[in-house]
């Protein structure tokens, strides 16, 4: 299992806007394909997954604030469950 997390960007970056999720729980995810967009104070980037797998449920709903660090998906490897 691997854990999709808000990657802290910079010292004052304390949370990000969930702006699009571009996976859906249950979709396939090849490492390196975007599963999520969102939106620091600065710029908009895509989260994407490391490995391949199976995208779980998503921890969060478009438009939240998520504060960095936190975990918004999991890449479930085959047999996994969440």
Do not use: C
């Not at 990657?7 to 806007?17: E, R």
């Not at 999520?36 to 969060?60: F, P, Q």
């Not at 936190?70 to 047999?79: C, D, E, F, K, M």
Request: charged share 20%.
């Amino acid at each position: 299992m691997e854990e999709i997390f808000v990657p802290a960007l910079g010292m004052a970056m304390d949370s990000v806007v969930l702006l699009e999720w571009t996976k859906q729980p249950g979709d396939q995810v090849n490492a390196g394909e975007s599963i999520a967009v969102i939106e620091t104070d600065k710029t908009t980037l895509d989260l994407t997954a490391e490995t391949s797998g199976v995208l779980g449920k998503h921890r969060y709903q478009v438009n939240d604030e998520v504060p960095a660090g936190n975990t918004i998906a999991v890449v479930l490897a085959p047999g996994e469950v969440e």
